[in-house]
């Protein structure tokens, strides 16, 4: 079984690496976790993690500029079902649209678009960034045990599903938004697993075990 973390560019994947490796040697699974932008390791891939740091144009284009990878992503995930999780802005380009610096279209899984956080006071800044809690966790097994959580956050743009059955969690800062999606074989969080102690670790466990 391969488990396949994305590397378009987009900031240091080693953190994120290393905590799938120490999940999967808990578990005690031969799953071997892959860090690459080959598109024919991404097609083949027997889940898929993609990760995003920076501006949702950027993270976007990124992939775009690697030949073939939009591609293998699209033939893993939406032809041969494969699970997947999106991590920050790789959760956010699920959406529909996203509204940072002018309008950018999204993959398109998960009718919604990404937005600004416009919190309603002073004492609550943008970036949010630190450890705030999940709400409203829907009954899946990717985020079992995890209503009422706290998981560490940093982003300034948050993911408003049009549909709020497609929202797995909720997180409250200053306003409400998706803090986790779920919908057919495709997860995301907009929080950081790598950073979110034994809770992200927990939920990455939950991640490997998953068969949609």
Known sequence: MS????????????SAENALNHVARTLARADEVLTTGDPAVVARADRIVLPGVGAFA??????KAREGLMEAIHEAVRVRGRPFLGVCVGMQLMATVGLEFGETPGFGWI???VRRLEPDGPHLKVPHMGWNTLEDVTDHPVFEGMDGQDVYFTHSFAFHP?????????TTHGERFASAVAKDNM??????????QALGLKLLGQFLEWRP
Do not use: K
């Open 187 to 196: 997860t995301g969080v907009q929080f950081h697993p790598e950073m979110s």
């Open 58 to 63: 950027a993270c976007l284009n990124a992939i």
């Open 162 to 170: 049009a549909d709020p059955a497609d929202a797995a969690a909720w």
């Open 111 to 113: 009718e919604g678009e």
């Open 3 to 14: 488990t396949v973390l994305i590397d378009y560019g987009s900031g240091n994947l080693r």
